[in-house]
């Protein structure tokens, strides 16, 4: 007798592919704003920018009132909030519980992290444009009011900006990566390099390590137009030591802590 076997049946139903890293930015993006810490700390970033433009229309000289002079400064304040905004993107998940639900949806973490530091660079890229514009209004209304008015931006500075305000980003970034805790990132990331700071200017043995690990110090020329070869090469290694090593190990940490 023979026995006829019915042909295994093959699930031939397309397999549902990730959300993209398009996506996930995106989602990223709309969480910088979600809360209400990011939503006063975007809008601080944006009054604190305008500000110092305000400022500059009453303390400088009218022939000191130009586009660059309003560009410049605007930068500095700036940049020093920017970590704070890619510290809470990162730890956002973990203080607010919501981690468990993020990796449920996209498991591998690693997609997560990388859509969440792109979000904070574009944001730092768009501060960029908000210190243009308000550098923009204000050289308006220097020319209204008897100002110099010029418009005088050398474009080399555009990148420095762009790259002085993206590395602080992901400075901040880093540290909340390898901590994974919101208070105590921004507190370690704003002591640490303010130690090294106090502890290189009293040490003399440390004054030629901190023209090379002193972001403060390294950092400098990106707000000028002329950046050497050697000035490049030391901000590449402090970036090395604050950015490149925190990003490398908090990932690490992300990817192997237990979610609960």
Not at 164 to 175: P, R, S
Not at 228 to 235: D, E, S, V
Not at 250 to 255: A, H, M, P, S
Request: aromatic fraction near 6%; proline fraction near 5%; include cysteine.
């Amino acid at each position: 007798m023979t026995t006829i076997t019915a042909p295994a049946v093959t699930d031939r139903r397309p397999v549902a592919d990730g959300p993209s890293l398009a996506r996930l930015t995106g989602v990223e993006l709309r969480k910088l704003a979600d809360t209400r810490a990011g939503r006063w700390l975007l809008a601080t970033i944006g009054l604190i920018a305008a500000g110092i433009v305000t400022v500059q229309l009453f303390v400088l000289d009218d022939a000191e009132q130009t586009f660059t002079a309003f560009f410049v400064p605007s930068l500095l304040p700036v940049g020093l909030l920017l970590p704070v905004l890619g510290i809470l993107s990162i730890c956002a998940e973990w203080s607010q519980r919501t981690a468990l639900t993020t990796f449920a949806l996209v498991p591998r973490r690693e997609r997560v992290v990388v859509a969440k530091l792109v979000a904070v660079v574009l944001a730092a890229l768009a501060s960029v444009g908000v210190s243009l514009a308000v550098a923009a209004v204000g050289t308006l209304l220097a020319g209204a009011t008897g100002g110099a008015g010029e418009w005088n931006l050398d474009w080399r500075l555009l990148p420095h900006a762009a790259v002085l305000q993206v590395a602080n980003v992901l400075m901040g970034a880093g540290f909340g990566l390898l901590l994974l805790n919101t208070p105590l990132a921004i507190v370690t990331y704003l002591l640490l390099p303010t130690v090294w700071s106090i502890l290189s200017a009293m040490v003399r043995a440390l004054h030629r390590p901190a023209a090379w690990l002193d972001t403060s110090v390294t950092m400098e020329p990106l707000l000028g137009v002329e950046v050497t070869a050697g000035q490049w090469g030391r901000l590449a290694v402090s970036l090395l030591v604050w950015m490149v090593v925190p990003l490398a190990a908090g990932l690490v940490r992300t990817l192997r802590r237990e979610v609960s």
